[in-house]
């Protein structure tokens, strides 16, 4: 199981990122796949998530508006366009392939996750 989040790093308020997942084509081609976050000394927490075939999308409340999830099946690819971001929007943030096609909020919905990306939004 290949699961590669990329994509984070330093930018001020107020501007933009995209972070890219790579999953392997036999664990993520057929299934949902989400993205979660976790910020220092708090638990991790739903950010988006997108159904197999980019259908349907979920967004957090905090994060609807300002980002969007897509994917890129030839390329086993998704993405998350981040505008406008905040200072709170730091966080490690995964990847992660749902148990069925559809994302979920919930994190027990989801069997494989990468190893994250740090975000980091200076004010």
């Known amino acids: 199981v290949q699961l590669q989040a990329s994509g984070g790093g330093l930018v001020e308020a107020g501007g933009s990122m995209r972070l890219s997942c790579v999953a392997s084509r036999r664990t993520s081609s057929n299934n949902g796949v989400g993205w979660f976050r976790q910020a220092p000394g708090k638990e991790r927490e739903f950010v988006a998530g997108?159904?197999?075939?980019?259908?349907?999308?979920l967004y957090a409340d905090s994060v609807k508006g300002r980002f969007t999830i897509s994917r890129d099946r030839a390329k086993d690819t998704v993405y998350l366009q981040m505008n406008s971001l905040k200072p709170e929007d730091t966080a490690v943030y995964y990847c992660?392939?749902?148990?069925?096609?559809?994302?979920?909020?919930?994190?027990?919905?989801?069997?494989?996750w990468g190893q994250g990306t740090l975000v980091t939004v200076s004010s």
């Open positions: 997108i159904s197999w075939n980019g259908g349907d999308t």
């Open positions: 992660a392939v749902a148990r069925s096609s559809y994302a979920s909020r919930n994190a027990e919905s989801y069997r494989y």
